[in-house]
């Protein structure tokens, strides 16, 4: 099996890139909104790190950006819980598709959690920055110093794009991107 990491900016269109490979796709965002709802010790582990911010079940979104928004070690200790649960769900997700050619981990941290193995392929996603905060901007639940403190626990973008095999200039038109995902599994298949 060949896993594909998808690396890149917050907005760059890493999701939409994932999916444009028709492969399986972990993706870590959908996951961790699930444990939200879902997984109620989840809730009861944030309940006792963030006693303060975190009141009801299934989990309030906006409680979790108001408790990273008051205390910068607050979004480590959210780190900390969720990313155990979507290791776990990685894992599961790379059993039940172990007979597939090629998987594609759509995971934010990525890199920074140290997921990607030696034999993996990233691709960087790289989109300009402008159209990047234009697109953002646009998201129901935009906000600039939530999104500057993920900014910060983020691995600087030169170093991902170094790291990666490939690169895809995503100008968010499908036909583009649909033409770097067919080259690159020509190259990969």
Not at 17 to 45: Q, R, T
Request: glycine content about 4%; charged content about 35%; proline content about 3%.
């Amino acid at each position: 099996m060949i896993k594909i990491g998808i690396v890149g900016d917050i907005g760059s269109g890493k999701s939409y890139v994932a999916k444009m490979f028709g492969y399986p796709v972990f993706n870590a965002d959908y996951e961790v909104s699930k444990l939200y709802k879902k997984d109620k010790k989840i809730f009861k582990k944030l309940k006792i790190k963030l006693p303060k911010h975190i009141h009801s079940f299934p989990v309030n979104k906006n409680e979790i950006c108001k408790a990273i928004l008051e205390n910068k070690t607050n979004l480590k200790k959210i780190v900390d819980i969720v990313h155990l649960a979507i290791r776990k769900k990685m894992k599961l997700f790379l059993k039940k598709n172990i007979n597939k050619k090629i998987v594609i981990l759509d995971i934010p941290l990525l890199m920074e959690n140290k997921i990607n193995k030696r034999g993996d392929i990233l691709i960087f996603i790289q989109s300009k920055k402008t159209e990047v905060l234009k697109r953002l901007k646009k998201r129901q639940n935009f906000n600039l110093k939530l999104f500057n403190r993920f900014k910060k626990i983020q691995l600087p973008l030169e170093y991902k794009k170094r790291k990666s095999t490939y690169i895809i200039k995503n100008n968010f038109t499908k036909n583009s991107v649909k033409v770097c995902v067919k080259n690159i599994l020509k190259k990969i298949l």
